[in-house]
């Protein structure tokens, strides 16, 4: 194919749009009102509304810094002693999967990264399966499954009328799917809904996974930021283990130990045999190898030594109660303004249902326009705010630009 | 079909992508079509920009013919229904188990046909199995050649003293904070990467035309330029690499979507480069294919063009084929010493306006290899296209990764920003490099002392932290086993894991495995 001289190879390549939940944070930084609130992005934020690194954390790269380590390349696979922390965090470090070496762990890009090596294996190893996810759910979901080739489908699980869980709608898709398919599941703190399933619900959904023989993978990136307790959090996890389910997890640290930008996390596969997991480990490593070679060190030592000293481990519990503490004094201060001030009698309370770091709000597009356009407040289009992100000051102004949006926006 | 060193594509058209109907009589999703409805979600995706599908060209039966890739598909997929039956029973039988006197007793954890039966074991990665096979060793003198990791004269990893000045620097920073970096990383960072590359004062930047993006070191940059390439290029979709070439980059781009082919580049006999074949092949090659160029320091070769060459090359690449040349720069330092020396290729190719794509490493040259710091840098003909790949290129790494991780990029952001640290790690590098090249000449000097039979000169001419020693796997295979020197199967040793104190070991190792195996 000739080319003609001086025209770029990429003049076809068109803007795309900035993303959706990223590109909110773009549109607060350019915002120059006094009164602007970000509650887009899901990072835990101050009283202040100041970004915060963890005490833990500070100590830990303290520490590391004076130990004076290498900075010599980990193995593929990642830190050992991450990788031993991380499994024993999700499954409890008297896990009998664990001790029967049936956990194949390797540490991966936080739970983006640890999301795409479990959906290349599926790809590689499950040609034509699906993967579902729920509807809603984490934006970036579809577009990891659609870079590694995965075909996927929804199920359903918000139900605006309630703005609870659609149970009914859930387990219907999930019976529909074609045996053998892989069912996405937020371990805890839905994103972006802020529902999760009752425990009993939990188990009704292991029955119909067990018995459609389909696998779950679960995706676990608020562990202990949910009710504050890192077992509570994996409780649903640890359900379908105990009940002898082989499941892929991926696992972040972004949130829960502060460590956003480290890119710290990990994708697990709990099989039925050691051996079973020695080989899918190399073949994980196998995807790792083409895609970044081996994962960064320094989130990963920053993680191995919070969990490996049990000082630093009970300081990180007593943040991580403190951070996820936070937030329910907010959701409950945001209610109570809210139920005060519409005087419409509608219920609000689901604010206080929803768990974790988001509230779907149940706002619509025009409606979250609104609270961007006249009220400086950013949030993602589908009308997810991250409470995150809130203050106590400032619920008052928030629970006014909602209840506007609400009732004067179509 | 994906790499075949050596050969040539019967078929110079773009291969198509197999067709694979699963069992349930739908097809697998692709990614990237305007039109396409992704799964059965909520619509089409906004984004994508051409009606291309991204080309897939993973086989599980890598090297075979395209005949066998879809007998391989069609039995993967049999496979994967025959665990779905297996999943079914299993799930039933999982809660029985037989008691002695064949009684079935109910056993809710009893172990059963798992779902990941059919996954086989991986075999150990070519080079990172070296160090793995080196650490299990327990002999008292083994010796690591084989990861081209730099190590001290006493063996040791370094870490550089500028590099531990940035994170004091960085930890005593009470205004820094862990939030979640751009897509494309520390704005800094990528200005910065971008001149040291290209230089302070290149008209591309100033003009606006490069985009750069913070990446995953090398690899990580090789495969978001790569992925980038196959949904993005307006040329064939179709990679050269140079034979041989470092072994990742034989994975990381058929597994990005792009056709990889190879062109001829070392010459055993000479134990040089092969000019003439690699200029054949290239302009045999088709218009518009992806040329994979070693900035400087070929790996594992060690063999490098001198600035001639680089131009014939040039002039064949841009004026007769117009092919897109992509650099991968892993080395910019460590070969010469001097930073600009090792950018002259790059900035050649990029000063005559041409595009390039370019992949930087700092894992060698700042010892910043467990960090993961490298960068991606897209040099276009327009300002306005600059823009538009930008966007795109995001669109490739959010689901990949989301975003990069920031401490290994602050590092280097703090050294390149200030001058005497920037003063300072030059220092530090050049003496790396200097340490290097006198381990060559200690090498050579003592196989000439115990007069080895062969012609050793290439130890000296060649460039950068390998040798490439023309020894075969034979050969290496008893130096590993009678001298417990571990090294990669290609004959490749770092030179960076020598030291006055090993040469000896390594230079007796080579004269008996020489003698004994004469090749």
């Known amino acids: 194919m000739t080319l003609a001289a001086g025209v770029s190879k990429f003049e076809a390549v068109t803007m795309a749009p900035p993303d959706p939940i990223l590109g909110v944070s773009e549109a607060f930084r350019a915002d120059t009102s006094d009164a602007k609130l970000n509650l887009g992005v899901g990072a835990y934020r101050t009283e202040e509304l100041q970004p915060l690194v963890l005490n833990v954390v500070k100590k830990a790269e303290k520490k590391m810094l ?109 019976k529909d799917a074609p045996s053998g398919s892989f069912i996405l599941l937020h371990g805890c703190a839905h994103n972006p809904t802020g529902i999760d399933p009752t425990p009993e619900q939990w188990e009704k959904i292991a029955d119909l996974i067990e018995e459609k023989g389909h696998m779950a993978f679960f995706d676990v990136a608020y562990q202990g930021f949910a009710s504050g307790s890192l077992d509570q959090d994996a409780d649903s996890v640890r359900l379908f283990v105990k009940r002898g389910l082989e499941i892929l997890v991926a696992q972040s640290y972004s949130k829960n130990l502060g460590l956003y930008a480290e890119r710290i996390g990990a994708i697990n596969a709990v099989v039925h045999s050691s051996d079973v997991a020695v080989r899918v480990k190399s073949q994980l490593k196998r995807l790792a190898r083409p895609m970044y070679s081996n994962p960064p060190v320094h989130g990963a030592k920053i993680v191995a030594n919070v969990v490996g000293d049990a000082a630093l481990f009970d300081e990180w519990r007593a943040e991580m109660e403190m951070m996820a503490g936070r937030i329910k004094t907010v959701r409950q201060r945001l209610y109570d303004d809210l139920s005060t001030k519409d005087k419409s009698g509608k219920d609000w309370s689901f604010v206080l249902k929803q768990i974790g770091m988001f509230s779907f709000t149940g706002l619509n597009r025009a409606q979250s326009d609104n609270m961007s356009d006249k009220w400086h407040v950013y949030m993602t289009k589908d009308g997810r705010i991250s409470l995150a992100g809130l203050s106590l000051a400032k619920c008052s102004y928030l629970a006014d630009a909602i209840i506007d949006s609400y009732y004067n926006v179509q | 079909m994906s790499s075949r060193p050596g050969g040539k594509n019967p078929n110079p058209s773009v291969r198509k992508r197999h067709e694979v109907t699963d069992l349930f009589g739908e097809t697998p999703h692709r990614r990237s079509t305007t039109n396409g409805r992704h799964g059965h979600g909520h619509g089409r995706l906004p984004y994508s920009s051409q009606k291309q599908s991204k080309r897939r060209h993973f086989s599980s039966t890598e090297g075979q013919s395209a005949d ?160 980038f390439l196959a949904t993005h290029y307006s040329g064939p979709k179709v990679i050269y690499v140079p034979s041989p070439t470092w072994g990742n980059h034989l994975k990381i781009f058929p597994l990005a979507g792009l056709e990889t082919r190879t062109y001829r580049y070392y010459n055993p006999k000479t134990r040089g480069l092969d000019y003439e074949g690699m200029i054949e092949d290239l302009r045999a090659a088709p218009n518009g294919a992806v040329v994979l160029l070693h900035a400087c320091a070929h790996n594992p070769t060690g063999v490098d063009l001198t600035q001639e060459e680089w131009e014939g090359l040039r002039k064949v690449i841009r004026n007769d084929k ?143 932290m390998f040798t490439f020693t023309g020894l075969n796997k034979q050969q290496v295979e008893y130096m590993t086993k009678e001298y417990h020197i571990y090294m990669t199967m290609d004959g490749r040793i770092s030179m960076a894991g020598l030291s006055s104190r090993t040469v000896p070991q390594l230079a007796d190792a080579i004269h008996s495995a020489v003698v004994k195996f004469s090749s």
């Open chain 1, 66 to 174: 004076e130990s004076g380590e290498n900075k010599e390349y980990l193995p593929i696979e990642g830190l050992a002693a991450f990788n031993k922390a991380t499994a024993e965090l999700l499954l409890g470090a008297d896990s009998p999967a664990i001790k029967e070496g049936r956990v194949a762990t390797v540490q991966g890009l936080s739970g983006t990264g640890s999301l795409r090596l479990g959906a290349a294996f599926i790809q590689r190893y499950f040609p034509g399966a699906k993967v579902l996810i729920s509807s809603p759910t984490w934006g970036n979901h579809k577009n990891i499954f659609n870079d590694a080739g995965v075909p996927w489908s929804e199920y359903r699980y918000f139900e605006p009328k309630t703005v609870g869980l659609d149970f009914e709608g859930m387990m219907a898709d999930i």
């Open chain 2, 68 to 227: 066998s890739d879809r007998k391989a598909t069609r039995r993967l997929a049999s496979e994967n229904m025959k665990s779905v039956h297996h999943r079914r029973i299993a799930s039933l039988a999982r809660h029985f188990r037989m008691e002695e006197g064949g009684s079935i007793a109910f056993s809710p954890t009893s172990a059963t046909a798992s779902s990941f039966a059919h996954v086989k074991q991986a075999p150990e990665d070519a080079i990172l199995g070296v160090t793995v096979a080196y650490n299990k060793d327990p002999s008292p003198v083994k010796v690591n050649l084989g990861v081209g990791a730099y190590r001290t004269e006493e063996g040791k990893p370094l870490v550089l003293n500028v590099v531990r000045k940035a994170e004091e620097q960085l930890l005593a920073d009470r205004a820094r904070n862990k939030e979640y970096l751009g897509i494309t990383g520390i704005p800094q960072f990528n200005k910065l990467s971008a001149e040291l590359i290209l230089g302070r004062d290149s008209p591309a930047i100033a003009q606006g035309r490069v985009i750069t993006a913070q990446c995953l070191s090398g690899t990580g940059s090789l495969r978001v330029g790569g992925e």
């Open chain 2, 322 to 464: 117009q092919q897109l040349p992509f650099f991968d720069s892993a080395y910019q330092g460590f070969a010469s010493g001097s930073l600009d020396t090792d950018a002259f290729a790059v900035r050649r190719f990029v000063n005559d306006g041409g595009e390039t794509f370019i992949a930087q490493s700092y894992a060698k040259n700042m010892g910043l290899y467990g960090e993961r710091v490298g960068a991606l840098s897209i040099v276009v003909r327009d300002p306005s296209v600059a823009a538009r790949v930008e966007s795109q290129l995001k669109l490739v790494i959010r689901p990949m990764y989301s975003s990069p991780p920031t401490y290994g990029a602050a590092i280097v952001s703090t050294i390149l920003s200030n001058p005497a640290l920037y003063d300072e790690w030059k220092v530090e590098l050049k003496a790396m490099a200097d340490r290097i090249i006198s381990m060559r000449h200690q090498l050579f000097d003592a196989l000439k002392a115990r007069k080895t039979p062969g012609d050793w000169t290439h130890i000296l001419n060649q460039i950068g």
